[in-house]
Nanobody, 126 residues
Framework: QVQLVESGGGLVQAGGSLRLSCAASGRTFGAVAMGWFRQAPGKDREFVAAISWSGRDTYYADSVKGRFTISRDNAKNTLYLQMNSLNPEDTAVYYC???????????????????WGKGTLVTASS
């Protein structure tokens, strides 16, 4: 059974940074694509970023491109999201996600992901 556990969320002032982590188990972590999604209060869940099995290929939503960086450490079964220049519009619950294939899809809404963790809350105050 797949388990995804996010951590690293919290309260940060606008312009600040946070690094999210996602510890994965129950699936061959190093063989599948991973991603991050977020859901703001009153809004639908939206795609943030995705990474291929090797980490060589990445894909970002336009709203975070240039500010967020997705990465992975297959030896540690851990996915990361470095978030810089945070603003109040980034406030949301952030979810780690995994797919069943080595590469993500560019098709919304799931971008090839089929399992999500329980999320971690990020609040960026103005």
């Amino acid at each position: 059974q797949v388990q995804l556990v996010e951590s690293g969320g919290g309260l940060v002032q606008a312009g600040g940074s946070l690094r999210l982590s996602c510890a994965a188990s129950g699936r061959t972590f190093g063989a599948v694509a991973m991603g991050w999604f977020r859901q703001a209060p009153g809004k639908d869940r939206e795609f943030v970023a995705a990474i291929s099995w090797s980490g060589r290929d990445t894909y970002y939503a336009d709203s975070v491109k240039g500010r967020f960086t997705i990465s992975r450490d297959n030896a540690k079964n851990t996915l990361y999201l470095q978030m810089n220049s945070l603003n109040p519009e980034d406030t949301a619950v952030y979810y780690c996600a995994t797919g069943s294939n080595p590469y993500y899809s560019s098709n919304p809404p799931n971008y090839g992901m089929n399992y999500w963790g329980k999320g971690t809350l990020v609040t960026a105050s103005s």
